[in-house]
Structures are given as C-alpha cells and as structure tokens.
C-alpha cells in the first residue's frame, strides 16, 4: 500500500493537481469502477467499466462539509459540493449529499477512504465506488515534504 501511495502521490504532484491550499482533508481516488445499468433489454445492459477518479479537498465546519471536487484524469472538471456529517466516531467518518448522490467512508488510521457516487441518466443508472486515500492537510504537507 505504501508503494502505491508513493505512486499516486507522485504523479498527482507532478501534475500541480494537489495545488490547492485551503482545505482540512483531501481524499484522493486510486481505483475506481462503475456499475452502469443502461434502460434497454439486452444481454449487454449491465456493465462495470473503470471510472475516472475523483479528488475532493474538503473544509469542515461542525457538522457541515465542503468539497472541491475534481479528478485525477481531468481537472477541468471541476465542482464544489456540499455534504453533511452522519457519523463522526474516531477513527470513522461519514458524511453525504443532501439527495444521497454522493458519500464518503473515511477510516483516519488507516488514511483510507471509500467514496460513491450515483448518476441517473435518461438512458442509464450507474454507481461509482472508489477505493481513494485520505490525508488530513499536515499529513498531506509532510507526505510531500518526504518523498
């Protein structure tokens, strides 16, 4: 796990896409896929494909979360989103959307995190799950400073 951590920091870095300085915590997706459920009968309607990886650098204040959410592959695609605290008990984490389209389950000793996303379309329903690792912002500054 370490040597992926080293990896995928290092690409990011070398990228500029951990360029942002305000914020608490950053989650960033390492692997991610999504189910997709396309509106047909066919035997090809249901599908897993990768998907792209999300990178949210996140505020919190009390019960209320902010992220800027962008990713990996793409950093013009960009957002910020809101979510609230459902469950805060050392070492867990959990908060969501408002509408339940987005959620994040961080494990703080672990510097682990899983992060979903649901998207309706008119021709298909999907869900993304990632994999992602969680960094407060000084574990972030020293990870960089280290390697």
Sequence with gaps: MKVLVL??????????VFAKDDFDFVIVGASC??????????????KVIEA??????????????????THIEDSSKSEHREY????????IM????????????INT???????????????LMAQKVCSSLFFTK???ELFLKNN
């Design 94 to 105: 959990f908060f969501q959307a408002e509408n339940g389209s987005d959620s994040v389950y």
């Design 52 to 69: 792209d990886k999300p990178l949210l650098y996140c505020n919190r204040n009390s019960k209320a979360i902010s992220c800027d959410v």
């Design 33 to 46: 896929k999504m189910l997709v459920s396309y509106n047909v009968i066919s035997d090809e309607s249901l």
């Design 84 to 91: 609230k605290l459902e469950m805060d008990s050392p070492p």
């Design 7 to 16: 990896i995928l920091v290092t690409i990011f870095a070398s990228q500029a």
């Design 109 to 123: 000793n672990e510097n682990a995190a899983s992060f979903s996303s649901r998207l309706i379309g008119e021709k």
């Design 138 to 140: 000084d574990q972030y």
